[in-house]
């Protein structure tokens, strides 16, 4: 019964008697929890643009001073990619260094380096050997008699210890590569 009275009377107040002094009291209320709201809204929105604002400044307070790591960041990176793309070749090329200083570990891949060495060099002195001759082919082609012979005597102990696995013939290819290259100089 308190609710239909309740009702009732909702109804009477708001519906029945609903006058010019009601219609200004609603408005008035509807106008002020508008305007509430609104700057509730507006409120919260400036809060959170200063928040933003705050923010950007800190960052580029904090970015100011990164071009110097950012360029040193940029050239590390670089650098680790170059060395990444290039990491067969380095790990080959130590390989080949060490292998060539020890040439008695394994005397056939050691012996196929000092001879590369020796193309190489001979190369930059005017006598290139084709792909299609072999070493012994190669040493005849050779016009001073004195590379003629040292070369010929590293051909041998190239092909002893490329084909035939020697360990001492391996060990002596540095020596007779060092002399050959004292020889070309001359």
Not at 71 to 98: D, F, H, T
């Amino acid at each position: 019964m308190l609710y239909v009275d309740a009702m009732e009377s909702f109804w009477r107040e708001w519906v029945i008697d609903y006058d010019i002094g009601h219609q200004v009291a609603l408005g008035q209320s509807t106008v002020q929890s508008s305007q509430r709201w609104f700057m509730h809204v507006r409120n919260r929105a400036i809060r959170r643009y200063m928040r933003l604002l705050e923010a950007v400044r800190r960052a580029h307070s904090s970015w100011a001073g990164f071009p110097a790591r950012w360029s040193a960041g940029a050239g590390l990176g670089v650098v680790l990619v170059l060395l990444l793309a290039n990491a067969r070749r380095l790990g080959e090329a130590i390989r080949n260094r060490r292998l060539a200083g020890h040439p008695e570990k394994a005397p056939g891949r050691a012996a196929e380096i000092w001879y590369g060495r020796l193309l190489s060099t001979l190369a930059r002195k005017g006598w290139r050997k084709p792909p299609e001759q072999t070493p012994t082919e190669f040493v005849g082609c050779i016009e001073d008699d004195a590379v003629r012979e040292q070369v010929a005597r590293f051909t041998e102990d190239y092909e002893w210890a490329r084909f035939g696995g020697s360990a001492d013939h391996a060990r002596r290819l540095p020596e007779l590569y060092q002399s050959i290259v004292t020889t070309t100089r001359r």
